[in-house]
């Protein structure tokens, strides 16, 4: 019989898998496709090294020190990463970084800049419960969302802002608000409002992340697992390699997989799981020889009328990315607000991408690498958000050595899921001793 059994190797399973390697357990993964790392996927062509999935992972002291543990070397941005744009009026608008550069910059009207200013008298919502976009009208006006706001909630989430909940897709300024009655007051304070960390890939692209933490794990690839029961506190998991037990088993996978592993244990969370909404993307690389903006690339508010999210220039990040005298670059489309992006055919998402860079940039010269399709790409937290939190802590507390984990629980970001393994972890070596 195992001790632990993961289903799972995206970056939160492997990264769970390896502190248990750590203490001396030896995890076995079950992974039902034939690739290891989930949607961290690296590909290389004509010289080229380009992602399908995430483009960089924000490194803080607690992700750099899970590297150092394993011994992982990473790779920083260029310095211009900080530099990012918004497109306002078909012009790209560099994102000001600081208040002076706030009051002079474009991005915002004067009428919204006076709006923002007045942030710290506003009061706190009586509502237990807002949308991004209800918290950021209240507190900071309509443009304010419209040309800051919703854009980089569609950098992260893909998400639509008048449905995600403040408290769970942006805990951190709802905290503000909760602590101080202003996000102003409370970010002033703090002093820091925006997530810390310096961005980061590894030689080779953000697969090798997951390519290195494999390396001594017993990882079962294109092994499904069909069924898992509870007996006198041992699981008994049906797979298409055969029957296995362990004392405690991690579900590292999306909420949509695990809705059908945990039915044999609670129907009832099993539908509710399901339920938990997952945006469809597509993800388009692309090269030019044209020259493009320094900085990490650009976000298109939804106002501004175009199709797609946002790019990154993912060249400028990591120049090793492209051959000398090549720009990478890498299109968003779809999310909440487009859904049916996701079913566009080749032909039409080449065109509608070559169309708007041609708008936006004054491309003409664009070769197109790949087109990858997510149909589930990224959890919601929508409104409501909490009930699923709730579940999964109940699911754990009525099946112990259960345990479950992934961007649907803990942050969509990678960086999110890798600090929240070594928590899982050491909850599954409390159990594993004391049973």
Same mark, same amino acid.
């Given at each position: ?70 011994? @992982? ?20 608008? #560099? ?6 550069? %706030? ?20 009061? #706190? ?35 639509? #802002? ?32 925006? #997530? ?76 509710? %799981? ?17 020259? @493009? ?54 032909? %039409? ?28 790409? @990224? ?57």
């Amino acid at each position: 019989m195992n001790d632990v059994i993961v289903v799972g190797s995206g970056i939160s399973g492997l990264s769970v898998a390896k502190w248990l390697q750590k203490e001396g357990f030896n995890p076995v993964i079950f992974e039902k496709e034939d690739r290891i790392g989930g949607n961290l996927w690296t590909e290389k062509s004509e010289g080229f090294t380009y992602e399908l999935g995430p483009q960089t992972l924000l490194a803080d002291k607690e992700v750099k020190e899970f590297f150092n543990t394993f011994g @992982i070397e990473f790779i920083k941005a260029s310095h211009t990463s900080k530099k990012r744009y918004v497109l306002r009026n078909g012009r790209l608008i #560099p994102v000001p970084l600081n208040p002076v550069q %706030f009051l002079s910059s474009p991005l915002l009207s004067l009428k919204a800049k006076l709006r923002v200013l007045k942030e710290p008298l506003i009061p #706190p919502s009586i509502k237990t419960e807002e949308s991004v976009a209800e918290f950021v009208r209240r507190r900071f006006g309509s443009e304010f969302l419209d040309y800051v706001v919703a854009p980089f909630v569609s950098g992260v989430y893909a998400g639509d #802002p008048e449905k995600l909940s403040v408290k769970y897709a942006v805990k951190k300024v709802y905290a503000l608000e909760e602590e101080f009655g202003s996000v102003i007051k409370g970010a002033l304070k703090k002093r820091s409002l925006g #997530p810390k960390g310096e961005l980061v890939s590894f030689e080779g692209g953000l697969q090798t992340l997951t390519d290195k933490l494999s390396e001594g794990l017993d990882i079962r690839t294109e092994n499904v697992v069909l069924r898992i029961v509870q007996k006198d506190g041992i699981f008994h998991l049906d797979t298409r390699g055969g029957k296995v037990k362990a004392k405690s088993i991690v579900l590292a996978s999306p909420a949509y997989t695990a809705s059908y592993l945990l039915k044999n244990l609670s129907w009832s969370a099993s539908n509710e %799981f399901d339920s938990i909404d997952y945006v469809p993307m597509v993800v388009v690389n692309l090269y030019t020889a044209q020259s @493009i903006p320094e900085g990490f690339g650009f976000l298109i508010p939804r106002k501004e009328g175009k199709r797609i999210l946002g790019v990154i220039f993912s060249s400028n990040l990591f120049p090793d990315k492209a051959p000398v005298g090549k720009n990478l670059l890498t299109v968003y489309i779809g999310g909440a607000t487009d859904r049916e992006a996701v079913e566009l055919d080749d032909a %039409f998402i080449e065109s509608l991408v070559r169309k708007e860079l041609g708008d936006i940039l004054g491309l003409e010269d664009v070769g197109i690498l790949s087109i990858k399709r997510w149909k589930k790409a @990224i959890p919601q937290y929508n409104l409501g958000y909490g009930k699923y939190l709730q579940l999964a802590e109940e699911m754990e507390e009525n099946h112990p050595g259960l345990f479950l984990t992934g961007n649907y629980r803990f942050g969509v970001s990678v960086a999110d899921c890798i600090k929240a393994s070594k928590t899982v972890a050491q909850r599954v070596l409390n159990f594993l001793k004391s049973s």
